[in-house]
């Protein structure tokens, strides 16, 4: 028995929540680095502080995968997931702006990511759920949509506020202006009501009806499973990673160089060992009972072409967040020569570094649908390739762009990146998964988002510092370098659906 197809509106209607959660998301892109320099964080120190949008992505994403993917209530399956992350970034949101000190901001960030990731990986498996192989595509690029249109406006939100209808843009040092506190309020708002729009307007599949699908779309790949990591390779993979992890932090951190981001980033990998050595010892005893075995199981159990991609996403998300969180100080420093948060000119740069962010994501939600209709001529990896080398030529051109006006052109090849990245690694992705497991591997899929962040939020800062002469900048242009890398490597990759739309 086959998944029956969607309408355009029924699509429509359980993507539309994208649009809350990218309104969201692009408020603390944007401005999240303006928020921490205007509270007195130095721009080496800034990755760190962005440490916690990765860290609670690899965290809670599986976990909820894993439980969304036993649940089944009133509200359905993925919906009960996308109403309380809702929920909580919404109210997270309108406690931002109001951060007094640079560690409540910091863990407002903390707070406000958790809670977009409740919503967001139940989002990704929803599209797994509710749409058969061919329509899957369309369905990706449809969420791609929403997430540019959300964050065109969301980012491009302190500028109009302070240009077209006269809200401060400046503030007393130490304080966030009021374009941007009114934002944060307004995004609230925005994440909330779109996400109520597809709890209330989509259903979904009740279990005996997923059932009596088959495991439809995913039936080819079903071969590719491995079978259970056996818990002598769990205590085996744990010490090795400890091992590492150990010494690195010891040599690296205490007697070389004593920086806080490498000692997160090599306590990180030993703590990844650590949590291997834990998962041998449930399972020596519990057989694959219990979430974090289950999810360490599967971690180490995955299909092909999950694996091929997670490389490609690897290089993709280090240049997005190095993007994210070095472009204002790039742009103000570099281009607008300014450097104190407090001037007219600093924040000018800072505002125009969200009408950035809004053209970029205009563009993607505009090509989201031509590179569904381009990929049905060509394929995929082709699609995606080519949009990877757009992206990282855009973002290496910061370096000999002085005019800001032409940084416009720059974010027209971002834009064309964004929008793959938002749609065909999903799209080759689920064709290769079992449709039972859907959820749980959609969220140890984000493990190599957040990965190359936090590598990106543990590195960068020592090499702006240490090698790039506190010059951001240079940080772009290794974002740039970092995504023509991950379109060598998706060529690669093996699309077990082909050309499905």
Known sequence: MKKPRLSFWQIWNMSFGFLGIQFGFALQNANVSRIFETLGARVDAIPILWIAAPVTGLVVQPIIGHMSDKTWGRLGRRRPYFLSGAILASIALFIMPNSPVLWVAAGMLWIMDTSINISMEPFRAFVGDMLPSEQRTIGFAMQSFFIGVGAVVASALPYILTNWFGVGNTAPVGMIPESVKLSFYIGGAVFFLAVLWTVLSSKEYPPDELAAFGEEGSAAAEHQEREPVASSKFVKHGLIWTAIGGVLFVVFYLFIYMDYGLGVFFGGIAAFGILQLIAGALTGRNSVNGGLVVVMNDLFRMPKTMVQLAYVQFFSW????????????????????????????????????????????????????????????????????ISLVCGGLGLASFYVIKDPNLLLISELGIGLAWASILAMPYAILTGSLPAKKMGVYMGIFNFFIVIPQITAAAILGFFVKHLFGDEAIYALLLG??????????????????????
Request: net charge neutral; hydrophobic share 60%; no cysteine.
């Open 318 to 385: 280090f240049a997005l967040f190095a993007m994210w969180i070095y472009t204002t100080p790039a742009v103000a420093h570099h281009i607008y020569g300014a450097t104190d948060t407090a001037s007219a000119l600093y924040n000018e740069g800072a505002n125009w570094v969200g009408v950035l962010m809004a053209v970029y994501n205009g563009f993607a939600a505009v090509m989201a649908f031509l590179l569904v209709w381009i990929a049905r001529k060509t394929n995929r990896k082709t699609v995606h390739a």
């Open 480 to 501: 740039g370098a970092s995504l023509i890398v991950a379109a060598l490597l998706v060529m690669k990759v093996e699309d077990v659906d082909g050309n499905a739309g």
